[in-house]
């Protein structure tokens, strides 16, 4: 079975009293183990809409769209590169050394995931094509990503084969800085205009 | 026979709520194992391989783009030196250093092995106080895109005679006789060079908490390079007093008030302005602090500068007791009958004279020295009206400027402050040029590529 990958990936500027982390830490934590068809709807709803609020502040961000052979291990190798970051990233928090790296410059940023695997040729795969059929100039705009975010909830999960939400770093008291997202593995983000 | 798909098809594999990262990620399982692919329809589109970002898309991109693929935008100064260098725009144009030396307070040269491990060098020792730390500006050098500005760096050596040094000592001997209260702290809002300086006067006292957040630049209008020097210089006396500090020791924040500098003219400067972000009311009650002691340079500054009304208010609301005392209260005595004047002084007092110094007590109130046998101290004739002020809510630039009602930590930057016209490719996102002037003209950007 062909397979279509889609991901995108948001830096998002970010205070430690704006509501956007906590409301969607709170979406992913209490989010039921088995979801029905309506329940992934009303999901990916909410999370939608907490990130359409904050599309202003979205500062880089990188999205890809890769169908046929590649998806599935498209998939794995986000999702397993993301989840996989989390050893590393609970010993630096607790390292004093990076204290000092993390609370110099201002913890104003966190990354957020969104990822999905849909069949091939079914509507689902059609309307991420179409959403992503944009033009090169506007590949890396926040209008652009705006919009791909709200498509999620426009698919018909039936087609979903498996979905991934990430947020990082989980601490509402952390935030990574922009010397943080300009390195560490993430020198791929673009810029967003 | 088709059989029904499960009432909740979707089973969480992965649930992860911790520090560093929240996430859940499900799978479909009868999707997942399906094994009729025939039945299922083709796509109907050509399945054209949507590039978005891969490494030869992006390639393939940047070799299409046209100038009028650019659009000026407007971003954070910090973020544009994070990614384009410290001098983004300017990597031709050299840092200026009066006062510039080549030794440090202990006349050595350990200053260039430190540039790397400033912000290490000089964090709080108390961990109670790391979260206030903002080193940004030490950072600087410590950036593999910055060989440049470490190369350029020198220490910054105090006025002539030490005055700032002295005067930072005099507060630290105010506090010594009341036996170095943890419920009282300083907050030292002088320029760069000097705040760093007295800061050095008192470090055997108080725990120097440094809050520098930028970076320099060529045309700054922050002279924080000043800044910089000036910690190179004072740097071995800081790691010493560190060490050898009594804990708990009160904190002294050190601020740079040039932050706040007049910005005019985006043809001769960048801006690299920025907001101090002091702990919160609720902060400073959780350490202990009670009384805050704000130095400015002379009776003329006796309120604290824009960015900081919000908080000061605060804190008066929240019981923390808000006092001033400009530099200038502390002086050298003056020398008695025809003795000629001391070239150098050997310590400044509050007041102007040993009989006046403890009367500081007198008129702040928080603490009473001891006096063992000492004579009871005289009141100064020549001091501010400091222990009067209070800080009162007015309407600054900064006003109202934190999300969500809290300060301190997050507080938001007014608009155009602080920020740099660049120009950027729609296409790849990289940044093409970043404004020299009114003219319009843009210089070419550090000479990163993107992609």
């Known amino acids: ?193 | 026979m088709t059989e029904a798909p499960p009432d909740r098809p979707f089973t969480r594999q992965v649930l992860i709520d911790g520090d560093a990262l929240v996430g859940a990620r499900w799978w479909q399982e009868s999707l997942r194992l399906s094994a009729d692919p025939i039945s299922r329809r083709r796509a109907l589109k050509g399945l054209v391989l949507v590039l978005g970002g891969s490494a030869a898309g992006v390639g393939l991109v940047a070799a299409l783009i046209r100038s009028g693929d650019d659009v000026d935008v407007s971003m954070d100064a910090l973020d544009l030196q994070k990614r384009e260098g410290w001098n983004a725009g300017h990597p031709g144009t050299a840092l200026r250093f009066p006062g510039a030396t080549l030794f440090d307070a202990d006349g050595g040269r350990s200053w260039v092995d430190a540039l790397g491990t400033l912000a290490s060098d000089l964090a709080p020792g108390q961990a109670s106080l790391s979260p206030f730390y903002v080193p940004t500006l030490f950072q600087a050098l410590g950036v593999a895109s910055s060989a440049s500005l470490r190369s350029d760096m020198m220490p910054v050596a105090p006025r002539a005679g030490g005055a700032d040094v002295l005067r930072g000592k005099a507060i630290l001997s105010l506090f010594e006789a009341v036996k170095m209260p943890a419920d009282t702290a300083v907050i030292l809002d002088l320029d760069g060079p000097t705040a760093v300086a007295v800061a050095a006067g008192m470090a055997p006292g108080f725990e120097p908490v440094f809050i520098f957040d930028n970076w320099p630049h060529p045309l700054g209008v922050v002279p924080s390079h000043l800044t910089l020097g000036a910690v190179l210089y004072h740097r071995p006396t800081f790691v010493r007093a560190r060490s050898a500090r009594a804990v708990p020791a009160p904190p002294v924040f050190v601020l740079d008030r040039n932050r706040l500098a007049r910005y005019t003219d985006e043809d001769t400067q960048f801006d690299n302005r920025y907001v101090a972000r002091l702990p919160t009311a609720e902060n400073l009650r959780a350490l202990g602090i009670r009384h805050t002691l704000y130095v400015s340079p002379s009776k003329s500054d006796l309120h604290e500068l824009d960015d900081l009304n919000d908080d000061f208010v605060a804190l008066a609301a929240a019981s923390i007791d808000v006092k001033s005392m400009p530099l200038t209260d502390l002086d050298a005595s003056a020398p008695s009958g025809d003795a000629a004047p001391a070239r150098s002084p050997a310590a400044f007092y509050y007041g102007g004279g040993p009989h006046t110094h403890l009367w500081f007590w007198s008129s702040y109130g928080w603490h009473t020295p001891a006096l063992a046998g000492r004579p009871a101290p005289v009141a100064p004739s020549n001091v501010s009206a400091g222990p009067a002020y209070r800080p009162a809510l007015r309407p600054t630039i900064f006003s109202s400027r934190t999300l969500g009602g809290g300060s301190g930590i997050g507080k938001q930057k007014p608009s155009g402050f602080g920020r740099v016209s660049v120009r950027a490719s729609r296409s790849t996102g990289t940044i093409t040029g970043i404004r020299s002037g009114r003219s319009g003209s843009f210089g070419r950007a550090g000479g990163r590529s993107g992609g």
């Open chain 1, 1 to 193: 079975m062909s397979k279509t990958f889609f991901g995108i990936q948001v830096v998002v500027r970010n205070f430690i009293t704006d509501p956007l982390r906590p409301q969607l830490h709170e979406i992913i934590a209490r989010s039921p183990g088995e979801q029905s068809l309506a329940d992934k709807r009303a999901f990916w709803k909410r999370v939608a809409a907490v990130l359409n609020e904050a599309v202003p502040a979205f500062e880089m961000g990188y999205w890809d769209l890769v169908r046929g052979d590649g998806a599935e291990e498209e998939f794995e190798s986000w999702s397993s590169e993301i989840e996989g970051s989390l050893a590393t990233e609970k010993e630096e928090l607790g390292a004093a050394a990076d204290e000092v790296s993390r609370i110099s410059a201002e913890k104003r940023y966190i990354v957020v995931t969104l990822l999905f695997l849909v069949e091939a040729g079914t509507n689902s795969d059609r309307t991420l094509g179409e959403r992503c059929d944009v033009p090169k100039s506007e590949y890396w705009t926040r209008l652009t990503f705006g919009r791909l975010i709200a498509t999620v909830p426009l698919l018909n999960f039936a087609n979903v084969v498996a979905d991934a939400v990430y947020l990082a770093p989980g601490s509402n008291e952390d935030g990574f800085s922009m010397e943080d997202v300009h390195g560490g593995g993430y020198e791929y983000l673009k810029l967003l205009l």
